[in-house]
């Protein structure tokens, strides 16, 4: 398991939403599975002041007391008793009316997006899925992670997680157990395909090239991101980590120096320290504003720290091998 490589890719999808402010709080809202589990110990990695709170329903006895404190002691997490609740709706609904002045994380994963896709064809004929962000200041950081991913990640980090017997009696449970492996069947490609059908690229692109004022960012996965300013569209890689040596076009950049990375330029860049903006060290340095995009960037969180052949930094080489 590549943990840090799972944790970049939750950085970026983190970053290409803008669902949590560099080092900023959320509350992660956890069960003790391994998916928030995961999500707790990730976003405390990459930096964020992280709680958690755990929302208890007393629904499967001294099994629910068992995930509360695990929680509690584990996690740190605020626990909190619920009335009785009846349907899966309910449950979700009372899950959400809690610590509605915060910015709340779930663990939902690219599993959980497939199967609600899967329901929501199957009871509405439309192909909805979960969304980054809620209008009620929920955030979904793991979206682009699998299940099996999270199991691996908390395995390989070695922290616990707990188990929820009573999945395979929900309608999610029923997806998952049966509906899914029938489709992977069918064709390998099957669940790939329903995420993308989720995340609307095709559609979410066509938004971008419709217009012209300000600008705007499209996920369209593998690391690629169309960016529009104005009325111009180009394609952009997202950020890399800059683990030993990045190659980016024609540049070669190497470094020891922990927690960096490589990226495109962006809109409002700066300097680390500095308040000179990076369109005004482009120009300075006479870069063709059709150059700029494509041009690499050494940055550590938002921060610009070098800009190969035009901005060093002490820890960092970068040298131009290609014509």
Request: charged share 30%.
């Amino acid at each position: 398991m590549d943990t840090k490589a799972l944790v970049t890719r939750i950085e970026e999808h983190i970053r290409s939403h803008a669902l949590i402010p560099p080092g900023g709080e959320v509350l992660c809202l956890v069960s003790g599975g391994a998916d928030s589990t995961a999500l707790w110990h990730v976003l405390r990695m990459l930096g964020y002041d992280v709680t958690a709170l755990h929302v208890n329903h007393h629904l499967r006895g001294e099994e629910s007391e068992e995930d509360a404190r695990f929680c509690a002691e584990r996690l740190g997490a605020e626990v909190v008793d619920t009335p009785p609740a009846k349907t899966e709706a309910e449950l979700r609904d009372l899950r959400y009316s809690y610590a509605t002045d915060r910015l709340r994380a779930t663990g939902h994963t690219a599993s959980d997006q497939v199967e609600t896709v899967l329901y929501r064809l199957a009871s509405s004929g439309k192909p909805g899925g979960i969304k980054p962000s809620r209008e009620d200041g929920v955030v979904r950081p793991l979206l682009t992670v699998w299940r099996d991913e999270t199991e691996a990640y908390c395995r390989a980090v070695e922290i616990p997680f707990r188990v929820d017997s009573s999945n395979r009696e929900t309608k999610r449970g029923l997806i998952r157990e049966q509906i899914v492996p029938l489709l992977r069947q069918l064709d390998e490609r099957a669940e790939r395909n329903l995420l993308a059908l989720a995340e609307g690229r095709p559609g979410r692109l066509t938004d971008l090239l419709s217009q012209v004022e300000g600008s705007a960012r499209v996920d369209l996965g593998g690391g690629v991101q169309a960016v529009r300013e104005y009325d111009r569209i180009w394609l952009e890689r997202g950020p890399v980590r800059l683990d030993g040596e990045v190659r980016w076009g024609g540049w070669r950049i190497s470094s020891s120096l922990p927690g960096l990375q490589v990226r495109g330029w962006r809109a409002g860049d700066r300097l680390a320290g500095r308040r000179k903006k990076l369109q005004d060290v482009f120009v300075d340095a006479k870069v063709p504003r059709s150059e700029r995009e494509a041009w690499p960037l050494v940055v550590r969180g938002d921060e610009v720290v070098a800009v190969p052949g035009i901005v060093e930094a002490e820890g960092v080489q970068a040298e131009y091998v290609q014509d």
